[in-house]
Every structure is written in C-alpha cells, then in structure tokens.
C-alpha cells in the first residue's frame, strides 16, 4: 500500500472502503460470529449515538484496537439502518462522510496523494496526480492538484454551479481541481458506499434489528428523528412549480441537498410569503442541519443581516442549469414564481 498505515488501521479509519470489509471477512469477523459479542454489539451502539451527535472520531482507538472499531462502524451502519427512519440513516452517513475527510486530511499515512488516489480507486474513482496528466500554469495555480476522469467527476460531482465541468480544467479526459475538493468528492463518493452497502445486505441489516434491543435507543432515535415539516403558512394564491415541489418534497424527506436548490427554495418561500423561521424549520430536516447556520443563511438571502440585499428567485433557465428543474423547461414560464399566477390564470372563469 502507498498509505503509510497498516491494513488493519486503515480498516478503522475507513471501515467503509471494499478493502477494510474484505480484511475484516478474512479475519474472521462474520455477522454471525459479531451478533455472538455484545462487546461488539456495545461498541456498534456507542458509534451510532456519537455519529448521530456529530461527535469527532477519535483516531486514537485505530492505535488500540483498529479491527474491532472497524467491526462496531459496519454494525452501527446496520442499527441506523434497521430504525427504518430515512432521517437517521442519512443523518448517520453524513457524519461518517464528514469524519471520513477529516481522516483524509489529518492522518499523516493518508496524507500522501498517492494514498488518496488509492482510497479513490476503491470507490470507484479514476484518479491520477495532476502532474502524470499535464504540466505547467495549470499545476502551478493549485496545490497539490489532483486529475479525476471526467466520468467520475460527473458522478459524484456536487450539484452546484461551483462543480460545474465548463468551469474546471479539462486536460484529454482529466478533470483538474484541488487537493481540497477531490477530498470532497471522495466523501460524496463514501456516503454513496454507504448506502451501496446498506441495499445490499438487507439480511443483515434485518438480524440486526433483532438481535439489537432497539428499545435501548429510543431516547437517542426519538432526540434526533425528523420533525414533522409544519407546512401551514400565508402564502398568494396559486401552485408551486415542480422544481420547487420536488426540493420540498426532498427536504421532507431528509435529503441532504446542494447548496443551490437550499438557496432556490429559500428564495422562492420568502417571496411566497413563508416566516423566516417556517423556513429553518423546513430545513431542520436536512441531515447536516446547523440551526445557528441556517437561520443566519435564510436571514443573509432575506436581507435582514449582511450585505442587506434580499436576493431574487433564480430564472427557470438557471434552475435547468443547475439541474433542478424536472420538467427540462416544460412548464411554460421563465420564472418559478410565475407558476402560480398562470395557474390562478387558467382557473379563472
């Protein structure tokens, strides 16, 4: 391995990885001989409540005992799972991303880019160093710059204007970006193994769900499930667009979206006539949800705090263009606030 860490520690770190699963099987970590452990089914419960509190991983435990925190990270996976509550589940995988990066950039044997290109080829991930692709001011202008294959990139690229291809460089194939955000893409990538792994092992995930006293974790599911989305509001007459249906309907479901459909909704809901706080409610269903942040985001586009410009709702052409609009541009208007006028329109005797 190019990673200066052993196997077994790189388990721990990144229990989610191909690599650490396969290791953990030839060591003899089945799930029948784990469920016959409490210890590790203690350990799974302690890494689902820290997970959902968003508690920093301790790199520390992958010193003393790295193949039984790599066993408790694939059964907590499982118990998030077997709650049945989407939120949860995405709410666990969010913070396991979030620590996964952290490890990227904090662990000096993971450090070297030519570990990170390893980490990315077990997810799939087509990665080079950027100078094994192109030369010069390009290289120059990043540090440590790192070339994703642009079938990759699309994949797990974020849905934002920021990762947009036409604003990156493209080198035979290559797509050139940091250090910073090829670690961003490997953490999209890692929550998408996450959830890969939970549709795979539906079995286990259901011998979990009876072996594990659910009941002990009540108070832990019950702190930090979905609130029910309070949708009552004053609002002018008419229907919302199906651009911005589809991003409520994903917001009551606890998907963690990209920064421009939480701002499109945002705008939008405000000139709806939406209570700021109605909104930082909507969005307490995300799984990264930080009400101190949100509120001071919904506020900044509202006018009320920072440059005091209140910002307008996006064209239906940009909504297409940042991939958020369902229709490809079917619904007759050029801009989503527009939707509900032509609707109260063509209801009109």
């Keep these: 391995m190019s990673c200066n860490i052993s196997i077994s520690e790189s388990a721990c770190y990144f229990p989610f990885l191909n690599r650490s699963m396969a290791y953990l099987s030839r060591r003899g970590f089945s ?10 089914i203690e350990k799974a419960i302690e890494r689902f409540k820290k997970s959902l509190g968003r508690e920093p991983f301790n790199p520390r435990q992958c010193l003393d005992t790295p193949e039984n925190i790599a066993v408790a990270a694939r059964l907590a996976l499982y118990i998030a799972a077997a709650t049945k509550n989407t939120y949860i ?11 996964f990066t952290i490890l990227l950039r904090k662990i000096p044997g993971v450090q070297d880019p030519r570990c990170k290109i390893e980490i990315a080829k077990d997810l799939g991930i087509y990665a080079k160093q950027a100078s094994e ?39 035979k194939g290559w797509v050139i970006l940091p250090m910073e955000d090829f670690e961003r893409l490997l953490e999209e990538a890692y929550e998408e193994r996450m959830l890969q792994i939970v549709r795979e092992n539906e079995l286990a995930v259901g011998r979990i769900a009876t072996a594990v006293d659910m009941t002990q974790l009540e108070d832990v599911i019950k702190k930090y499930a979905q609130r029910p989305v309070q949708l009552s509001y004053q609002q002018t007459e008419g229907k919302d667009p ?11 479901n606890g998907e963690n979206l990209p920064h421009t459909a939480r ?8 000139k709806r006539g939406w209570d700021l706080e109605q909104i930082v409610e909507l969005f307490r ?65």
């Design 263 to 270: 701002f499109a909704i945002t705008t939008y809901l405000i």
């Design 133 to 171: 692709v192109v030369s010069g001011a390009i290289v120059a202008v990043y540090n440590l710059p790192m070339a994703v294959r642009w079938v990759s990139y699309l994949r797990y690229a974020p849905q934002d204007p920021y990762w947009a291809m036409i604003n990156r460089p493209v080198i």
């Design 285 to 349: 269903s995300s799984p990264d949800f930080n009400e101190k942040i949100t509120r001071y985001q919904v506020m900044h586009i509202a006018g009320q705090v920072g440059g005091r410009k209140e910002y307008a709702v996006p064209s239906c052409e940009t909504m297409h263009t940042w991939g958020l609009c369902p229709t490809n541009l079917g619904c007759g208007v050029k801009n989503p606030l527009q939707y509900g006028r032509k609707s109260i329109i063509k209801k009109s005797p």
């Design 31 to 40: 799930l029948d001989f784990v469920l016959t452990n409490s210890a590790f």
């Design 242 to 252: 199906p651009c911005m249906q589809a991003i409520i309907t994903a917001l009551k």
């Design 89 to 99: 589940l995405r709410r666990f995988i969010d913070s396991e991303s979030k620590n």
